[in-house]
């Protein structure tokens, strides 16, 4: 990446938002990191290796980490929708057997989700996680992704919305954490006008994060579009002043 434009953002960010985590950058790679966080155990649930990405640890995943199913889909080395019996853990359960979670009200609803998330394929080997100023010349971050309070958010959101007329310049689609940090801003990569993802509303994974934080994800051509727009934006101004300061 141009490192003269991760700089200037590095500036930037400290400018406008003060101490506010920087955001991690995803991207994926047909080789992995010379040193990197790999999972280890049973299927770990990756919203929990974040807080490790967030203090400058890489997170490298790829097809054979240990990660749960769910997980594997959204980051695109599986097309399977869940393990067996998915559409009832989701749902109610099976009674003596499985637990349900209860997110969606029926199994058939459950496999009606499938029909809106058609799995996408990994373009690569590897999935690479790292925080915005670990990101070297050869990294080509393909998604940006901001873990941070509602204030934050709330900054990102509008900063979002500052060059666009269509109100749903961000989204915020029914699913899991990662899947609004990976799946759903992968796939709006290939729209013309890709869109933000808000997220991390997932209940199984916010215990993982901190009980105000919420996920930003920026398809990174959008997201250069709004650093460059933050010195002519709403973060100039007292309005943003008055809430700046609370931060």
């Given at each position: 990446?141009?490192?003269?434009f991760?700089?200037?953002?590095i500036s930037?960010?400290?400018?406008?938002?003060?101490?506010?985590?920087?955001?991690?950058?995803?991207?994926?790679?047909?080789?992995?990191?010379s040193?990197?966080?790999?999972?280890?155990?049973?299927?770990?649930?990756i919203?929990?290796?974040?807080?490790?990405?967030?203090?400058?640890r890489?997170?490298?995943?790829?097809?054979?980490?240990?990660?749960?199913?769910?997980a594997?889909?959204?980051?695109?080395?599986?097309?399977?929708?869940?393990?067996?019996?998915?559409?009832?853990f989701?749902?109610?359960?099976?009674?003596?057997?499985?637990?349900?979670?209860?997110?969606?009200?029926?199994?058939?609803?459950?496999?009606?989700?499938?029909?809106?998330?058609?799995?996408f394929?990994?373009?690569?080997?590897?999935?690479?996680?790292?925080?915005?100023?670990?990101l070297?010349?050869?990294?080509?971050?393909?998604?940006?992704?901001?873990?941070?309070?509602?204030?934050?958010?709330?900054g990102?959101?509008?900063?979002?919305?500052?060059?666009?007329?269509?109100?749903?310049?961000?989204i915020?689609?029914f699913?899991?954490?990662?899947?609004?940090i990976?799946f759903?801003?992968f796939?709006?990569?290939?729209?013309?006008?890709?869109r933000?993802?808000l997220?991390m509303?997932?209940?199984?994974?916010?215990?993982?994060?901190?009980?105000?934080?919420?996920?930003?994800?920026?398809?990174?051509?959008?997201?250069?579009?709004?650093?460059d727009?933050?010195?002519?934006?709403?973060?100039?101004?007292?309005?943003w002043k008055?809430l700046?300061?609370?931060?």
């Amino acid at each position: 990446m141009d490192e003269e434009f991760r700089e200037k953002f590095i500036s930037l960010w400290a400018k406008y938002f003060g101490k506010a985590l920087l955001p991690i950058g995803v991207f994926y790679s047909d080789s992995p990191p010379s040193e990197g966080l790999t999972t280890t155990g049973g299927g770990i649930c990756i919203i929990e290796l974040l807080p490790a990405v967030l203090k400058g640890r890489t997170l490298c995943l790829s097809a054979e980490s240990r990660i749960c199913g769910g997980a594997r889909r959204q980051l695109g080395f599986s097309d399977q929708f869940g393990g067996k019996d998915f559409e009832h853990f989701l749902s109610y359960g099976i009674p003596g057997k499985l637990r349900g979670e209860r997110y969606k009200k029926t199994p058939q609803l459950v496999r009606e989700i499938g029909r809106f998330t058609p799995p996408f394929k990994a373009p690569e080997e590897y999935i690479v996680f790292k925080r915005w100023d670990k990101l070297s010349s050869s990294d080509e971050p393909q998604v940006v992704f901001f873990l941070d309070r509602t204030d934050v958010i709330a900054g990102l959101f509008t900063l979002a919305n500052f060059d666009e007329a269509d109100p749903n310049a961000v989204i915020c689609p029914f699913g899991s954490g990662c899947s609004t940090i990976v799946f759903h801003p992968f796939r709006e990569l290939t729209s013309a006008r890709p869109r933000c993802v808000l997220g991390m509303f997932d209940i199984s994974a916010r215990p993982c994060v901190s009980e105000n934080s919420m996920s930003f994800a920026v398809p990174y051509p959008k997201f250069v579009r709004m650093v460059d727009n933050m010195n002519e934006s709403f973060l100039t101004t007292s309005s943003w002043k008055l809430l700046r300061r609370r931060m």
